[in-house]
């Protein structure tokens, strides 16, 4: 059984704090990664993706792989109100994408 | 560019009725996928079409068919509505199957009473 645990939350930061989200996940050979964020009532939208170990960097967002201990975090540095949603890791093997649940931020003015 | 529609966006059947939901790409992607999205439990595969021609069912494709009409049309069908099917209803597409980011469409909120 193919699992991605993450932490429902919510997870509440002040604003320009640091957020950082954690996804586990179950298959060792899993190739590749992705942090979605989904505001209510819409779709997900991806953020990153991932797919070789150590930290990758978009603008204020950092996606960091350790494939050995199975885990993937994404951290948004200057974290504003418009960050606040459902971010849901995502993890592909064998062209098998399996979601996580979800951890819903919510970020303070 | 669109990029991924579905219709309807809202729809309320009672159960044993059946319906269609429509999903179309502008992307030229080869790869789509039917997914439904309950509260607690994330994003679930219905049915997945990894190429024109081809379809596979997903983690969870019991009460659900699809057909991939062509390259960018891949519908869902529920022959006979349950209860259990009330959920939020995905269609995504990417370029490569499995591998690459997936395009979501706006959803289809279905209540079955």
């Known amino acids: 059984q193919k699992e991605v645990e993450q932490n429902s939350g919510p997870l509440s930061v002040p604003e320009g704090a640091i957020a950082s989200l954690n996804c586990t996940y179950s298959?060792?050979?899993?190739?590749?990664f992705f942090w979605y964020r989904q505001y209510s009532g819409k779709s997900p939208e991806l953020i990153m993706s991932i797919y070789s170990n150590g930290d990758k960097e978009d603008g204020r967002f950092t996606a960091q792989l350790n494939k050995a201990s199975q885990y993937v975090s994404l951290l948004i540095r200057d974290s504003q109100p418009s960050d606040s949603a459902t971010y849901l890791c995502a993890v592909n093997f064998n062209n098998d994408m399996r979601f996580g649940a979800g951890t819903r931020l919510t970020v303070k003015p | 560019n669109a990029g991924v529609t579905q219709t309807p966006k809202f729809q309320v059947l009672k159960t044993g009725q059946s319906m269609t939901l429509q999903c179309a790409q502008d992307?030229?992607?080869?790869?789509m996928y039917w997914y439904r999205q309950d509260p607690g439990m994330g994003l679930r595969l219905i049915y997945y079409s990894a190429s024109e021609g081809t379809t596979d069912k997903g983690e969870v494709p019991n009460g659900y068919n699809v057909s991939r009409l062509n390259k960018r049309e891949f519908s869902l069908r529920l022959e006979s509505a349950a209860p259990s099917q009330t959920s939020v209803y995905f269609c995504?597409?990417?370029?490569?199957?499995?591998?690459?980011?997936?395009?979501f469409g706006p959803g289809t909120r279905l209540t079955v009473l």
């Open positions: 992307m030229n992607h080869n790869s």
């Open positions: 995504a597409s990417s370029n490569l199957f499995g591998r690459d980011e997936q395009f």
């Open positions: 298959d060792r050979g899993s190739q590749s």
